[in-house]
């Protein structure tokens, strides 16, 4: 069973275990992914690799920026002794005291290893990522849907799992992005999320809802906490990124019959 069926089998998605491995996944989503970890030992591997990269990895880096500068270093940076004025450079005796090249490159080392140790601290968090490549990248069955499914078209990715695309536009990154919903089993649970193309062709997920209990359907579930919007995130992240009108019928067939090619 690949990945993506044990996801869809045990009805959450990736997203959810990472946020469950930064600690803000929503409560009542909680005992559910406890329980698919329970029972898919592949789900757990992919949780621990999760906190790997947001524990031990991140602070091995710390070593090199909380370690003391060697003494050697710091003499070299202590201020020496200069000549008294401006006719002393001219006399080669005092050139010795200059030092010009040592201090400069000691700097330089010190600010390399710094930049290095704050770069992969950032890498490794995700933040340090170029624009087309952010977001976490949607599972195979997810990639040829959002790739070929037309808004009003309905596909089955796996059994249990129905994905169906809401509304196609251009983004300020130069992306094209697609808002679409996953349902779960019979109608039980559906999702809102918002995916973009990068320019590797590969569709990335960079928002999504929690799971609602039905499809909203002009109007927001009774559920929902007062004074929180549950698709609220969304529309917040389409409005940030959205440049221009949303795509119309026959302008999507066209940009999905040349493979996601050109702008608008």
Same mark, same amino acid.
């Given at each position: 069973?690949?990945?993506?069926?044990?996801?869809?089998?045990?009805?959450?998605?990736?997203? !959810?275990?990472?946020?469950?491995? +930064? #600690?803000?996944?929503?409560?009542?989503?909680?005992?559910?992914? @406890?329980?698919?970890?329970?029972?898919? *030992? !592949?789900?757990?591997?992919?949780?621990?690799?999760?906190?790997?990269?947001? /524990?031990?990895?991140? +602070?091995?880096?710390? =070593? =090199?920026?909380?370690?003391?500068?060697?003494?050697?270093?710091?003499?070299?940076?202590?201020? @020496?002794?200069?000549?008294? /004025?401006?006719? +002393? $450079?001219?006399?080669?005796?005092?050139? *010795?005291?200059? @030092?010009?090249?040592?201090?400069?490159?000691? =700097?330089?080392?010190?600010?390399?290893? %710094?930049?290095? %140790?704050?770069?992969?601290?950032?890498?490794?968090?995700? &933040?340090?990522?170029? *624009?087309? @490549?952010? #977001?976490?990248?949607?599972?195979?069955?997810?990639?040829?849907?959002?790739?070929?499914?037309?808004? /009003?078209?309905?596909?089955?990715?796996?059994?249990?799992?129905?994905?169906?695309?809401?509304?196609?536009?251009?983004?300020?990154?130069?992306?094209?992005?697609? !808002?679409?919903?996953?349902?779960? #089993?019979?109608?039980?649970?559906?999702?809102?999320?918002?995916?973009?193309? /990068?320019?590797?062709?590969? $569709?990335?997920?960079?928002?999504?809802?929690?799971?609602?209990?039905?499809?909203? &359907?002009?109007?927001?579930? &009774?559920?929902?906490?007062?004074?929180?919007?549950?698709? #609220?995130?969304?529309?917040?992240?389409?409005?940030?990124?959205?440049?221009?009108?949303?795509?119309?019928?026959?302008? !999507?067939?066209?940009?999905?019959?040349?493979?996601?090619?050109?702008?608008?």
């Amino acid at each position: 069973m690949t990945l993506e069926e044990t996801l869809a089998e045990a009805r959450i998605t990736e997203m !959810e275990i990472m946020r469950y491995a +930064d #600690g803000v996944l929503a409560p009542e989503r909680r005992p559910i992914v @406890r329980a698919a970890l329970a029972t898919y *030992p !592949e789900l757990m591997q992919l949780l621990e690799s999760f906190l790997f990269t947001r /524990g031990p990895l991140v +602070d091995a880096f710390d =070593v =090199v920026l909380d370690a003391p500068v060697p003494a050697r270093i710091l003499n070299v940076l202590q201020p @020496r002794q200069q000549p008294a /004025g401006f006719f +002393d $450079w001219l006399n080669p005796a005092t050139w *010795p005291q200059l @030092r010009f090249r040592t201090p400069v490159f000691a =700097v330089a080392g010190l600010a390399a290893v %710094a930049l290095l %140790a704050w770069l992969m601290n950032y890498a490794v968090r995700y &933040d340090f990522i170029p *624009p087309d @490549r952010q #977001g976490v990248a949607a599972p195979s069955t997810l990639q040829q849907a959002l790739d070929a499914t037309p808004v /009003g078209a309905s596909v089955q990715l796996v059994e249990h799992l129905a994905f169906e695309p809401q509304l196609t536009f251009y983004s300020r990154l130069k992306l094209w992005c697609r !808002e679409y919903g996953l349902t779960y #089993g019979n109608n039980a649970l559906w999702e809102g999320r918002l995916a973009c193309r /990068g320019t590797d062709g590969v $569709w990335r997920v960079l928002s999504e809802t929690n799971p609602l209990p039905s499809k909203p &359907d002009g109007r927001l579930p &009774d559920w929902q906490p007062a004074g929180e919007d549950a698709l #609220g995130g969304l529309a917040t992240a389409r409005a940030d990124l959205k440049v221009g009108d949303v795509l119309g019928v026959e302008a !999507e067939a066209a940009l999905i019959k040349n493979r996601w090619q050109g702008r608008p």
